[in-house]
T-cell receptor
Framework: DQQVKQNSPSLSVQEGRISILNCDYT??????FLWYKKYPAEGPTFLIS?????DKNEDGRFTVFLNKSAKHLSLHIVPSQPGDSAVYFC??????????FGKGTRLHILP | KAGVTQTPRYLIKTRGQQVTLSCSPI?????VSWYQQTPGQGLQFLFE???????NKGNFPGRFSGRQFSNSRSEMNVSTLELGDSALYLC?????????????FGAGSRLTVL
């Protein structure tokens, strides 16, 4: 049973516009929510995180929003750049420190 | 500071064989986690080791095992390989950043089972 769902396998966005990646989860036993980015032939790299006690965290072009009542997490990238083309994984940390990943969304930034 | 190092990067095995993958974490990191990445399933958690003890375990069969040494280096072993074990195996060590334990991944070991 999948606890972390990224329902869009892929997303295409025009360069300069906003990219919005979504993630839904099914239980509330998580204390941190994270986003990772992965290029081909490389391991995932950490992008941004948010604590369960907050609803927004911003770092440059990246903003993560957490809606606990809806069990929904989103990553906004604005403006989108060609180098943002990658696979994005949301990841949730359980209270025992185990980190569970979604299946990923492939983002294509179009010129 | 050196990153997470995984060896070998690529390997090919046949069904029924066994394989051992190695991971050297970032210096000072005591936790090492292993994940399996396949195209349809994303990153699936295998297990986590902390100070030579398995702290968490995913839902993989007993053919998948691991261990951690006193210098925090870790190995994972897969016995009696099956075609479905073909995947990218990622190792990550963790440190704390702003309260979240952030995983730093290696480049992975790509296993092909024929």
């Amino acid at each position: 049973d999948q606890q972390v769902k990224q329902n869009s396998p892929s997303l295409s966005v025009q360069e300069g516009r906003i990219s919005i990646l979504n993630c839904d989860y099914t239980n509330s036993m998580f204390d941190y929510f994270l986003w990772y980015k992965k290029y081909p032939a490389e391991g995932p790299t950490f992008l941004i995180s948010i604590s369960s006690i907050k609803d927004k965290n911003e770092d440059g072009r990246f903003t993560v929003f957490l809606n606990k009542s809806a069990k929904h997490l989103s990553l906004h990238i604005v403006p989108s750049q060609p180098g943002d083309s990658a696979v994005y994984f949301c990841a949730l940390r359980e209270l025992n420190d185990k980190i569970i990943f979604g299946k990923g969304t492939r983002l294509h930034i179009l010129p | 500071k050196a990153g997470v190092t995984q060896t070998p990067r690529y390997l090919i095995k046949t069904r029924g064989q066994q394989v051992t993958l190695s991971c050297s974490p970032i210096s000072g990191h005591r936790s090492v986690s292993w994940y399996q990445q396949t195209p349809g399933q994303g990153l699936q958690f295998l297990f986590e080791y902390f100070s030579e003890t398995q702290r968490n375990k995913g839902n993989f069969p007993g053919r998948f095992s691991g261990r951690q040494f006193s210098n925090s280096r870790s190995e994972m072993n897969v016995s009696t390989l099956e075609l479905g074990d073909s995947a990218l195996y990622l190792c990550a060590s963790s440190g704390t950043r702003g309260g979240a334990n952030v995983l730093t991944f290696g480049a992975g070991s790509r296993l092909t089972v024929l």
